[in-house]
């Protein structure tokens, strides 16, 4: 005989939740600690469908969107209002797209649109509540609490497979991997993590046992994807590191992370012989050893030459391609993007990205916020350099919350300077004033 909980209990589970509510309403720090906590178990989700999963994070985030409507955010600095008007004007780039396609009764899947609509809220939405250090350090503390927890699973999930029952590296990292991502998906979670790791050791590390530990801490995340083989990732990440420690001038550091990288490539070719012969054995000319992305990048090219102005819409990537005998989707974000939205919708895509740049630059060029520059722009450089081979930066989760913390960096460095220099003219007109007098 089933058992109901009785009135009396849904009373209390509705109290329980209204105080949780409220609690996370008002320490906003604390939502976003545990909402970055949750990124680190992908598996607790509740299946909506085939492919579409809500997760913690994703009901945070709804709590997030109404707390910025209700409770009036921070005014947003001037890199950030212009970061925000290209990602809208690209935003409406894909909701007329889907608008046409509605009307012409092929709209796009759930799934397409319900990842547009996540990773959309994620970049509005986050940069505004991480508006102070403070935030920004409990968000970054549950980043790594999250890291941990998905280092761990992916170890006990490759535990769990016998050492002969695996035929190629392919097949490792799909073992490694959770049951409702994307076997690549580890490698964009691994950027995120690195990426936080590194602005933690910008923003809070004040000893220099802090400023050895995160470093540290961001090489060990980026070990992961490299152990189980995601190897765009893993070679975005290490140009990433490259072109940080050179803006930096950090040439020590460079020496020490290529002797980390050499001592990755042995330990693999020891452990891992055949694995790490079957990855490393690559054919640059011919995309022997590329997973197919030649061809991949070859069909999708071909359907963009049967309307490269306005696109087949978004969402029609899978079932154009598939339509036309491509094996699936181009696994290249901007030729994606092109043949989804055309060649306005690339132009606008890649507008979008340079805005990141640019606040990077700008930050960069200032000597106060030259470690935050640098690493906005080896984050860009990564994504960048990861979404030819991958769909990284087209309406991804986890670069999604990258990038939104690199904007709220950017609002962050701004307001300080405003601050600053408002200061130095206070002094100035106080200095002026007590020589007039």
């Known amino acids: 005989m089933p058992i109901y909980p009785t009135p009396t209990l849904w009373l209390e589970i509705g109290i329980a939740a209204v105080l949780a509510i409220a609690f996370l309403w008002t320490k906003a720090e604390y939502a ?3 909402y970055a906590f949750a990124l680190g178990f992908p598996d607790l989700a509740y299946p909506l469908g085939a492919t579409v999963n809500l997760r913690l994070e994703d009901v945070l985030i709804v709590l997030f969107l109404a707390r910025a409507i209700f409770w009036t955010p921070v005014s947003p600095s001037r890199s950030q209002k212009k970061i925000f008007v290209w990602l809208l004007i690209f935003l409406a780039a894909c909701l007329l797209s889907i608008a046409v396609e509605s009307v012409q009764g092929t709209p796009p899947s759930g799934y397409d649109a319900a990842r547009m609509a996540g990773c959309a809220v994620i970049l509005g939405v986050l940069p505004l509540l991480l508006h102070s250090e403070r935030r920004i350090q409990f968000f970054i503390a549950g980043l790594m609490c999250a890291g941990v927890a998905l280092a761990i699973q992916v170890h ?37 993590l690195v990426f936080a790791a590194g602005l933690g050791g910008i923003l809070f590390a004040k000893s220099t046992a802090g400023k050895i530990l995160w470093p540290c801490i961001a090489m060990g995340f980026a070990l992961v994807p490299a152990l189980v083989f995601v190897r765009g990732t893993t070679v975005s990440m290490a140009a990433g590191f490259v072109l940080f420690l050179g803006l930096t001038r950090k040439w020590g550091w460079i020496l020490l992370f290529a002797a980390a990288c050499l001592s990755v490539l042995l330990f693999l070719r020891t452990s891992e012989r055949p694995f790490f012969e079957e990855a490393t054995d690559v054919n640059l000319t011919t995309g022997e050893g590329m997973s197919h992305r030649f061809d991949r990048w070859g069909m999708a090219i071909q359907a963009i030459r049967m309307s490269p102005v ?17 094996e699936g989707r181009a696994h290249n974000a901007y030729l994606s993007v092109w043949l989804e939205l055309g060649l306005g919708g690339l132009l606008l895509f890649l507008a979008a990205i340079f805005q990141f740049v640019r606040a990077g630059y700008s930050l960069y060029a200032n000597p106060r916020f030259q470690l935050q520059g640098a690493l906005i722009l080896a984050l860009i450089f990564a994504l960048s350099l990861e979404s030819l081979g991958f769909a990284t930066l087209y309406w991804e989760k986890p670069p999604s919350i990258a990038l939104s913390l690199a904007i709220a960096v950017v609002g962050i460095c701004e307001r300080d300077k405003l601050e600053f220099v408002a200061k130095e003219n206070r002094i100035v007109a106080r200095e002026r004033s007590a020589e007039l007098a």
């Open 32 to 34: 976003l600690f545990l």
């Open 310 to 326: 306005i696109g087949q819409g978004f969402g029609q990537e899978l079932d154009f391609l598939t339509l036309i005998g491509s």
């Open 156 to 192: 006990r999930h490759l535990e769990e497979i016998p050492s002969n029952g695996l035929a190629n590296f392919h097949q490792l990292k799909s073992a490694a991997n959770f049951d409702t991502w994307n076997p690549n998906t580890i490698g964009q979670a691994a950027v995120l």
